[in-house]
């Protein structure tokens, strides 16, 4: 089946810890996205990529880092540097000859302990 | 400019009853509102989505109202059931694959 895969599901970090998001999609899509919400905060932009090699900062990009070396792959490193990183992250992508219709991974809870 | 705001944040329901959901937005760049729902531990899914050269989209139950000059759009779910309590989220973006911009959500209770 098509679609966007995130793993892992659930991980728990130790503070002052590197971790990374993974994130593929096999829908051909050309844009992928990162997302981080907390409960009543709506879904915040991270990261941003519209073609192969290239990424943009989205609104809360301090303390995160991404890479896209492969147009189905778009992992998502949290940093130490990341004072609050406890969230729930969620991976995205748009097929870029329709507009704008964004298709949701199933998330990935990040909890530091 | 880039933001839009939802109301309300939470919202009971009865079933049966009429549920509205309302957005605004600021930047009259934007082209294209989307409505997501997101069940609990999920990643949300499209639910229905309209652009400014309508004023009105229906797909079953879920009715977009859009108002260009009021810069506002808002979410009507007819007949709603416990099945559609979820967390709902306005959107809006700019033409391109620019990247969506979300409201902060609202939380729907559908009690029988």
């Known amino acids: 089946d098509g679609g966007i895969t995130q793993s892992p599901k659930y991980l728990f970090r130790k503070e002052g810890q590197n971790v990374t998001l993974s994130c593929e999609q096999n829908?051909?899509?050309?844009?992928m996205y990162w997302y981080r919400q907390d409960p009543g905060q709506g879904l915040r932009l991270i990261y941003y990529?519209?073609?192969?090699?290239?990424?943009q900062k989205g609104d809360i990009a301090e303390g995160y880092s991404v890479s896209r070396e492969k147009k189905e792959s778009f992992p998502l490193t949290v940093t130490s540097a990341q004072k609050n990183p406890t969230a729930f992250y969620l991976c995205?992508?748009?097929?870029?000859?329709?507009?704008?219709?964004?298709?949701f991974g199933e998330g990935s809870w990040l909890t530091v302990v | 400019q880039q933001q839009v705001k939802q109301s309300p944040q939470s919202l009971i329901v009865q079933k049966g009853g009429i549920s509205i959901i309302n957005c605004a937005y600021e930047?009259?760049?934007?082209?294209?509102f989307p409505w997501y729902q997101q069940f609990p531990g999920k990643g949300p899914a499209l639910l229905i989505a309209?652009?400014?050269?309508?004023s009105e989209k229906k797909e079953g139950r879920f009715t977009i109202s859009f108002n260009k000059s009021a810069k506002q759009f808002s979410l009507h779910i007819m007949d709603s059931q416990p099945g559609d309590s979820a967390t709902y989220f306005c959107?809006?973006?700019?033409?391109?694959?620019?990247?969506?911009?979300f409201g902060k959500g609202t939380r729907l209770s559908v009690i029988a």
């Open positions: 959107a809006a973006s700019m033409k391109g694959n620019t990247p969506l911009v």
């Open positions: 930047n009259t760049a934007f082209d294209y």
């Open positions: 829908l051909n899509h050309d844009a």
């Open positions: 309209i652009r400014p050269d309508v």
């Open positions: 990529s519209q073609i192969v090699n290239d990424f």
């Open positions: 995205a992508s748009t097929e870029g000859s329709t507009g704008n219709t964004i298709y």
